[in-house]
């Protein structure tokens, strides 16, 4: 196997023309095919076929711009509101939230009464995820996923998704080469990783296969799946801008107490139009966003939801946010 240290050479050698590779690139090539051969073991064992696994791994190899990618730390980090209005809520993205929400409007209203969810959530999330099926990821999924589970970091996760995305194609779901997704592997218009794919994609408009890359009907049900499946509360808000009262303070907020919603408005809480909050027993915490200048929310448990599909506080709360520009 290829030395850690060595390997990001090795990788970027592929790119490199035949002649200046020299050593590095059979030495790459060598690593890879070992690393291969394991993963087919372990997929012929869990009921992989040879035809898929040789449809899978026919003229692969290590993706060294996927390396790149993981390897690449983020320099310095937006603040809230520019994340939030650069970002997430830009007049565009409302623009098209809106449109698709009207446009899909019957197809939303039948996933709806299907799982239970706000088809409002569902349109955000596949607005911020691939920009309304805009852009999915340029990938080859098994590609990706095998360079990551080869080059060594989080290489455990990574073979793991591999084998979930072999099992996939062993299904029938997709082909090979139209099984592309993100340099990390999520894949289609909710980017889904494999494992998600398995638990969570659906069949929604019948015709006996879980595309989430070219049925919106799939793409959108397999959102509200998850959201379904993660614990949504129908009926329930996500959360709210809020006006703290006089004195209060960002530093050293309490931000893990969760309390019914009407404790907040007897401490002096309001909306974010300075009416008084709803008397309300939904459960409801403080939640500031990362890097704010002083925007202040309360967060119920459909918040905790959102962040299920993804975790960092400010992606939730923006999510939550378009959710309610949606209509």
Known sequence: MLERRSL?????????????????????DQGFESF????????????????TLGRAFAGLRPNARVIELDRRQP?????????????????TRITNAQRNYAENATLLRAIETRFRVSPRVVVAIWGVETNFGGNTGGFGVIEALATLAWE????????????????????????????????????????????????????????????????????????????????????????????????????????????????????????ADGRPLPAAEIETQLILPNRG??????????????????PPVNYGLAVGLLSDRVA
Do not use: C
């Open 293 to 310: 200048s002083g925007q202040v929310f309360l967060g119920h448990h459909n918040l905790r939801v959102i962040r299920r599909y993804n």
């Open 152 to 271: 060594g970091r989080r290489a455990s996760y990574f073979r793991t998704e591999l084998l979930a995305a072999l099992r996939v194609l062993q299904a029938g779901d997709v082909t090979p080469d139209r099984m592309r997704g993100s340099w990390a592997g999520a894949m289609g218009q909710p980017q889904f990783m494999p494992s998600n794919f398995e638990r969570l994609a659906v069949d929604f408009d019948g015709d006996g296969r879980r595309d989430i890359w070219d049925s919106r009907a799939d793409a959108l049900a397999s959102i509200a799946h998850y959201f379904q499946r993660s614990g949504w509360r129908e009926g329930e808000p996500w959360g709210r801008v809020t006006l703290p009262p006089a004195g209060f303070s960002l530093a050293g907020a309490d931000t893990e107490t969760k309390r019914p919603l009407r404790d907040f408005a007897r401490m002096g809480f309001r909306a």
């Open 36 to 51: 291969l051969d394991g993963v087919r073991a372990d997929a012929r064992r869990a009921g992989i076929s040879t035809a």
């Open 8 to 28: 990001l050479a090795g990788v970027a050698a592929l790119a490199a023309p035949a002649a200046s590779s020299g050593p590095a690139l059979a030495q790459a």
């Open 75 to 91: 320099e310095g980090g937006l603040t809230w509101e520019e994340y939030r209005d650069r970002i997430m809520l830009s007049a």
